[in-house]
């Protein structure tokens, strides 16, 4: 029921996590030479948060392309396997950094967002990391696709590369000019395309609504007139979440009818807005118990939104996982779904203790909660950062244990048990990349006490990094 891990499989483990870092330190290194900046000034001294935004999104898309280099079977040796993620780190690099091009020289053409970031604007950071990201996203998914992971399946990854690139230049001028039409008084041609995606939507939709009337606002007031970001990113997270739990529902083989596929996909709907909920009841109340996330915002505080909004994702990828998992898309699959969801709860409650005593020792007994609550924004996205890395992590722990559909509570007990191992493993594995990779740079003055974004943003993104290279060296 659990598979065995032999030294060969560590060996693999230990030499893909090696090589990841050190292309991630690599990628540091470059970055701030073809930027002509020291990384170590522009994070911790000029408190460039633009920087280390855009930063954060490379090393992201790097760990999302290696996570897929890593992926399926390993080489007939070590050497072999070290040359294959080799071959792709050092392609990973030069493909973002000529995406970067791409992006800085044709599609925002009339514009310099290298300028912009090194001027502090936020904005040019989002942009170009969001760029990376999808980048990452691409060539991760076409490295799956050529089911290569030696050198052999570059040339695709290649063209498939120059290819997208188009695709996101054509989708960039289309927003572009529906932005140019908004703000000329022109009337935007609707061009409606029909899709059989109406119970999601609607599920979306009752999550709205549902949203609101349980914490007594009216959402429409909260998003348009009162403009509370923190109120939107909460949001956000939920619908994220509730779009990865239904993801899973329609992934495998259709129902027999389409009322039974009706049937199941609105079953999951309905039991993913409820588990939701009561997520974030049990986060509200007894994991942040020391204060009151949904007064703080109501409050308009960013920090809490984003502790709120990375809760509700961390669940949307730990249920949508289990839903995979135990190979059921009909309610027959609820209840291990069900105890593995209230499991894995104990789980994260776990985490942020841990956390929470780690912030304590640093700073004399002073509380995470309440420096979170009080709108120290880069603690609340480093936090999300663990809490991200922790659900994936231990969603990782589905392929180490195999699902028997005749012992469900044994085989909920071992995936728990294997979550819970590769969640406390994770801050060690890493720790060692942080080390490294944010060299020179004293993360905990610069996150917890100047509240520096940028470095907190690497650190959420090297943790998640860390947990989806974990992901495609166990599967």
């Known amino acids: 029921m659990i598979y065995e891990l032999s030294m060969w499989s560590l060996a693999i483990v230990a030499i893909n996590l090696s090589i990841a870092i050190a292309a991630i330190c690599t990628f540091r290194l470059l970055f701030g030479l073809l930027a002509g900046v020291n990384t170590t000034v522009e994070l911790a001294e000029k408190d460039n948060y633009a920087f280390g935004i855009t930063f954060a999104g490379g090393a992201g898309a790097l760990g999302l392309i290696l996570s897929a280099a890593v992926t399926g079977d390993a080489a007939v040796n070590l050497l072999n396997e070290a040359f294959n993620v080799l071959t792709y780190a050092v392609a990973g690099i030069a493909l973002l950094k000529v995406g970067s091009m791409i992006n800085d020289y044709i599609i925002f053409h009339k514009v310099s967002l290298k300028t912009a970031i090194a001027d502090h604007q936020l904005a040019a950071g989002f942009v170009q990391a969001s760029n990376f990201l999808a980048l990452g996203l691409i060539i991760s998914s076409t490295v799956n696709w050529v089911e290569y992971e030696t050198w052999r399946g570059l040339p695709s990854v290649l063209m498939l590369f120059f290819g997208s690139q188009c695709i996101l230049l054509l989708i960039t001028r289309l927003r572009a000019a529906v932005y140019r039409r908004r703000h000329q008084g022109e009337s935007l041609p609707l061009a409606i395309v029909a899709i059989n995606l109406s119970i999601a939507i609607a599920a979306i939709c009752t999550f709205r609504l549902l949203f609101g009337l349980l914490a007594g606002v009216n959402t429409t007031v909260e998003l348009a007139e ?18 990865l739990i239904l993801s899973a529902a329609v992934t495998g083989d259709a129902a027999v009818n389409l009322l039974n596929e009706a049937f199941n996909v609105l079953t999951y709907a309905v039991a993913g807005i409820a588990l939701l909920k009561v997520g974030s009841m049990i986060n509200d109340y007894i994991i942040f118990h020391k204060v009151s996330l949904k007064t703080a915002i109501a409050d308009h505080q960013l920090a809490a939104g984003f502790v709120q909004a990375s809760n509700f994702l961390a669940l949307g990828l730990i249920i949508s996982s289990t839903v995979n998992w135990v190979e059921y898309e009909t309610w027959r699959g609820l209840p291990s779904v069900l105890m593995l969801f209230f499991g894995s709860q104990c789980i994260l409650l776990l985490i942020t203790r841990l956390r929470a005593a780690v912030y304590r020792r640093r700073h004399q007994g002073e509380s995470l909660q309440q420096a979170i609550v009080a709108g120290n924004t880069a603690l609340a996205i480093r936090y999300s950062g663990h809490l991200l890395g922790t659900a994936l992590a231990m969603t990782a722990g589905a392929s180490l244990v195999e699902y028997y559909q005749a012992e469900p509570l044994l085989s909920v007990a071992y995936w728990l048990g294997a979550g819970t191992s590769l969640a406390l493993l ?50």
Do not use: C, H, S, W
């Open 226 to 243: 009162k403009d509370n970001y923190a109120f939107g990113i909460t949001f956000a997270g939920g619908a994220g979440a509730l779009g």
């Open 426 to 475: 994770l801050p060690a594995l890493a720790l060692i990349a942080r080390k490294a990779i944010l060299l020179k740079i004293n993360v905990a003055e610069e996150v917890d006490e100047q509240e520096n974004i940028g470095v907190a943003a690497i650190e959420a993104v090297i943790y998640i990094a860390v947990a989806l290279l974990l992901i495609g060296v166990l599967a």
